[in-house]
């Protein structure tokens, strides 16, 4: 299985899905990466995303950033902005920690894109091929979607991409 975007160029994500692109009242990105799953086995059922910056621990206080995560996507591809009129399932990012500002749940269950406060940073956009719909709703916690996902996934495939500060 393979993951593409139109979104990335050369390894770079462009601006627009980014802090230099259009972010909502507290100044989460908003505009979600168009993405393309290939090669899947024939027996997907759906697909969950998981997208982190792990470049975030210094700047953070320790932890890895959470962008996005979501789940029951039947489709093998998404639109750019999709996140915004999902008719899939999405669970909250870390623009909702202590350190993303403390904002409410249901206003960061959606994808909450790049904004590298120190340097450039490599995002990891991890998508998973499931042999089920995942039993969650929007505003789900990443570890109750990796508990969903248990004995479930049938591929697993990796992009990763930078953005600069």
Known sequence: MKITSDGIVNGVI???YG???????FGMP????PL??????SNTVSYAIFL????AYPVSGGFS????????ITKPELQENESQNASFVQGVNSWMSMQGGSNPPELCSYYGGMAPPDKKHTYEINVYALDCMLNLENGFYLNELFN????????HCLLKATYDN
């Open 19 to 25: 802090k230099r692109g259009e972010t909502n009242s």
């Open 65 to 72: 950033w959470v962008h996005w995560t979501a789940c029951n």
């Open 148 to 155: 969903a996902m248990e004995g479930h996934i049938l591929d």
């Open 52 to 55: 982190e910056d792990k470049d």
């Open 14 to 16: 462009l601006d627009k």
């Open 36 to 41: 393309k799953f290939e090669d899947a086995p």
């Open 30 to 33: 908003i505009c979600s990466l």
